[in-house]
């Protein structure tokens, strides 16, 4: 059986890590926190439904997950709307690059 102390700790430790990537948009590394997140999550629960723990902290720390959840989600969405935006731009002035060149080549014949 595992200390609850410990449990707890280390899912604040992790919240601190995902925030961290988040903050730096460390997609990659927020990846492999979020593989961490279900084996810190789940003796957390067990040690809770066996009373080794007061529901209020659990909680907490489950809310405040649930919080990063939802911010993470926002941040990845703008992340990948400016990234969608970025490659329009890109495309944009490749064609008009390529248009200029084919005007360009139209005028020296």
Do not use: H, I
């Not at 590394?29 to 629960?45: D, F, I, K, S």
């Not at 909680?59 to 997950?65: F, G, I, K, Q, S």
């Not at 990845?76 to 390529?98: I, M, P, T």
């Amino acid at each position: 059986m595992a200390n609850p102390e410990n449990l707890l700790s280390d899912l604040d430790q992790l919240q601190d890590e995902l925030t961290l990537a988040l903050d730096n948009q460390d997609w990659e590394r927020l990846g492999q926190l979020n593989a961490r997140v279900r084996p810190t999550v789940e003796p957390l629960m067990a040690e809770l439904e066996q009373g080794c723990l007061d529901a209020t902290l659990v909680r907490e720390r489950l809310e405040a997950l649930n919080r990063f959840v939802a911010e993470a989600d926002a941040a990845a969405v703008k992340a990948r709307d400016e990234a969608k935006a970025s490659l329009k731009g890109v495309s944009q002035n490749r064609n008009a690059a390529k248009t200029y060149q084919n005007v360009s080549s139209n005028r020296q014949r």
